[in-house]
């Protein structure tokens, strides 16, 4: 049975890597994050005695499907622009971030709901800076990394006249 397993994830890892590339550690992660908070979900809502429905479970699992659709999009932005500015020959001297950035807010905030949930399952089980932390970051990318999240244009440089 053990080999099973491992020939089994052998297969689906390399379908993923080959199907998804450079993004499978994004897909793997976002995959694992939903997975656990919609286990520690349900896990909080059998011990707060909180009924399981299912509208709430088909709302949420649609909801679940719109990060997916996101990070799609996101992926999908890293590959249609460079091929569509360069049909304009521009070139940019970046790879489009787009993909990874939306993945990593997904994975961020997946895992602040999943610290919400082990903490009114289990009460003071995780430090709290753990969830500080998290909303920091998630934070910090809604911002696009400026501190009060506006676009500073760059100041201009005071220009020293020479008395010569």
């Given at each position: ?9 052998a ?17 793997v ?10 286990v520690t979900?349900l ?5 707060k005695?909180?009924?399981?429905s299912s509208?709430?479970?088909t ?5 679940k ?11 999908f932005?890293d590959?249609?622009f ?9 070139t940019?001297?970046?790879k489009m971030?787009?993909?990874t950035?939306v993945?990593?807010?997904i994975?961020?905030?997946e895992?602040?709901?999943i610290i919400e ?5 289990a ?5 709290s ?5 998290l909303?920091g970051?998630?934070?910090?990318i809604?911002?696009g990394?400026q ?7 760059d ?7 020479s008395?010569?």
């Amino acid at each position: 049975m053990e080999k099973e397993i491992k020939l089994l994830t052998a297969i689906i890892g390399g379908l993923g890597a080959s199907f998804f590339g450079a993004y499978a550690p994004i897909f793997v992660c976002v995959i694992v994050a939903i997975v656990f908070d919609v286990v520690t979900g349900l896990i909080k809502s059998k011990i707060k005695g909180i009924p399981i429905s299912s509208e709430k479970g088909t709302i949420g699992f649609w909801r679940k499907m719109a990060l997916f659709l996101a990070l799609f999009f996101g992926v999908f932005l890293d590959v249609f622009f460079p091929i569509l500015l360069g049909t304009v020959d521009i070139t940019l001297p970046f790879k489009m971030p787009i993909g990874t950035v939306v993945g990593c807010y997904i994975v961020i905030n997946e895992s602040i709901s999943i610290i919400e949930n082990i903490n009114q399952a289990a009460p003071n089980s995780l430090p709290s800076w753990i969830k500080k932390l998290l909303k920091g970051a998630g934070d910090s990318i809604d911002k696009g990394g400026q501190e009060d999240g506006k676009d500073k244009p760059d100041k201009p440089k005071a220009r020293r006249h020479s008395t010569k």
